[in-house]
């Protein structure tokens, strides 16, 4: 099984966003040296509690701190830019790091309305032209726009020796069999869905044509929390939980709450209702525990690789469960 990372930036509360972006350098070399295969760093804007609104910038300065570790987007949300723009930048980073790159792509706008507003024009315009804009993009990684297009004699350059591999990011069986349809690896949040991929998944297997992927590629994405004990791995995982209840309700906190401020947290019978719902989607436990549920999404979905997303208050609480899944697993 390969393992990988998925990291959100979180900020803790009484941490500042640099203390946080400094972690997500220092959890990159842990993992690295932990065996993962790759990080990728995910693009949100305004969420209080979560500091990168640019993988493009982060990805650069962890590449200069790592030696090996494959690194990219999770994602780049495509319907704000032009795919010009995010070629450019992708090349730029596979010229400086070769081999080790990877372009994921999303179409959520990754904030509020306002936020959404205030990033790019005509945004729900963008989300319809995606499969447009996906294409194009494809073209510029690849260099092979057709003789009568529009951009057939421009390059995004710098043109790295390999190019970045691009995977496409989502939810559904309609991104599953865009990616199918392209050529491309396809990575399914799991932690963010209430969906069984199963038929997802077998779908895109079904549909996919090789393109900038010779043969289909999945990753499964899963939220998980892994401690010493399962009573310790739940405590830790609440901080995780209220601050995603909170930010639910639109009154999100600066940052990710101790255990203690979570544990005082008053819940509703909706709001614990809520809160044992997302607990579902976790993998919450001691290492046995969180292996046991990680070979079984293995064997019932047989992604190529399962990433992983841990947000906990105390930084070592989250190297340490990666630190404890790669002992059980890698």
Not at 132 to 141: A, Q, R, T, V
Request: with cysteine.
């Amino acid at each position: 099984m390969r393992l990988s990372i998925l990291d959100q930036a979180p900020i803790s509360a009484g941490q500042t966003a640099r203390e946080a972006l400094e972690q997500s350098v220092l959890l990159a070399q842990t993992t690295e040296s932990l065996g993962y295969t790759r990080f990728w760093m995910a693009e949100h804007h305004d969420i209080p509690g979560l500091a990168c609104p640019a993988p493009e910038v982060m990805l650069p300065y962890i590449g200069a701190k790592t030696n090996k570790i494959r690194l990219g987007s999770g994602a780049v949300l495509l319907p704000h830019y032009k795919p010009y723009k995010v070629a450019e930048l992708f090349n730029l980073l596979a010229t400086l790091f070769p081999d080790r790159i990877d372009i994921g792509i999303g179409r959520a706008p990754g904030g509020s309305a306002e936020v959404t507003n205030a990033l790019s024009d005509n945004f729900l315009q963008n989300v319809w032209k995606l499969p447009e804009s996906l294409k194009d993009l494809l073209h510029f990684i690849s260099n092979n726009h057709p003789e009568n297009s529009e951009h057939a004699k421009i390059n995004a350059a710098p043109l790295p020796d390999v190019r970045p591999e691009p995977w496409l990011l989502g939810t559904s069986k309609k991104s599953a069999l865009l990616a199918a349809e392209y050529g491309m690896a396809y990575a399914f949040g799991l932690f963010m869905s209430d969906k069984d991929p199963q038929d997802i998944l077998q779908a895109y297997y079904e549909s996919f044509k090789p393109g900038s992927t010779p043969s289909p590629q999945t990753i499964l994405c899963v939220s998980a929390i892994c401690a010493d004990t399962s009573e310790q791995a739940e405590e830790i995982a609440l901080s995780s939980l209220i601050w995603s209840i909170q930010q639910g309700n639109g009154e999100g906190p600066s940052g990710i709450p101790s255990i203690k401020t979570a544990k005082e947290f008053k819940l509703s019978a909706e709001t614990y209702e809520t809160l044992e719902n997302m607990k579902q989607k976790m993998l919450i436990g001691d290492p046995k525990q969180v292996k046991e549920r990680l070979l079984e999404l293995y064997k019932k979905y047989k992604p190529d690789e399962i990433m992983l997303l841990s947000i906990t208050h105390a930084p070592e609480d989250r190297i340490k469960s990666y630190e404890l899944i790669a002992e059980e697993l890698l």
